[in-house]
């Protein structure tokens, strides 16, 4: 009887530990987003029927901007001919992207670095010097599959989780 009570005091912190480690990464989110408990389990639909390949739109998602960008063949092709192990944040396209459609590039608008909102979206943006996104507070430059590529951001822009709802909607979150 005593050995099965160790054995669950040893499962019981193993879980505990689990939990732990999700909650180190929950709150980072949380801090950009004062109604986070309220927001926490919403979901967004986004039309995305209008967005022509090399347009993009700005939304919202949770409070916080979220760019949904149709790429071209030629900023697909840009994005895969990077070896992505050399990346600060390795990452491939396809790994950024979900069903094998890696023209729909759906990311938040918030830099990593000190959370600005990076140009590029926007018709006649800046898009820096890698054909993604630029932040302008201190000079990110991202890259068509909105990778970090020059500057001070430590992190690619997130990719919220979503999933295609037709051919011509997608549900974030
Ligand atoms: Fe974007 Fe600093 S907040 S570069």
């Given at each position: 009887d005593?050995?099965?009570?160790?054995?669950?005091?040893n499962?019981?912190?193993?879980?505990?530990?689990?939990?732990g480690?999700?909650?180190?990464?929950?709150?980072?989110?949380?801090?950009?987003?004062?109604s986070?408990?309220?927001?926490?389990?919403?979901?967004?639909?986004?039309?995305?029927?209008?967005?022509?390949?090399?347009q993009?739109?700005?939304?919202?998602?949770?409070?916080q901007?979220l760019?949904?960008?149709?790429?071209?063949?030629?900023?697909?092709?840009?994005?895969?001919?990077?070896?992505?192990?050399?990346?600060?944040?390795?990452?491939?396209?396809e790994?950024?992207t979900?069903?094998?459609k890696?023209?729909?590039?759906?990311?938040?608008?918030?830099?990593t670095?000190?959370?600005?909102?990076?140009?590029?979206?926007?018709?006649?943006?800046?898009?820096?010097?890698?054909?993604?996104y630029?932040?302008?507070?201190?000079?990110?430059?991202?890259?068509?599959?909105a990778?970090?590529?020059?500057?001070?951001?430590?992190?690619?822009?997130?990719?919220?989780?979503?999933?295609?709802?037709?051919?011509?909607a997608?549900?974030?979150?």
């Open positions: 005593g050995v099965r009570r160790r054995d669950f005091i499962i019981a912190a193993v879980s505990f530990a689990g939990v480690a999700v909650a180190v990464v929950i709150p980072l989110v949380d801090q950009m987003n004062p986070a408990d309220v927001l926490a389990l919403a979901s967004t639909e986004v039309d995305i029927s209008s967005i022509q390949p090399g993009a739109i700005k939304t919202t998602f949770r409070s901007p760019f949904v960008r149709h790429l071209t063949e030629k900023e697909i092709a840009e994005a895969d001919k990077v070896d992505a192990s050399g990346l600060r944040d390795p990452q491939t396209l790994e950024r979900v069903d094998g890696k023209n729909w590039l759906v990311t938040m608008g918030v830099c670095h000190l959370g600005c909102v990076p140009l590029g979206a926007g018709e006649g943006e800046n898009k820096g010097e890698f054909g993604g630029f932040c302008p507070c201190h000079g990110s430059h991202y890259d068509t599959a990778r970090i590529r020059k500057g001070p951001a430590p992190k690619n822009l997130e990719v919220p989780k979503f999933s295609f709802t037709s051919d011509t997608i549900l974030v979150g």
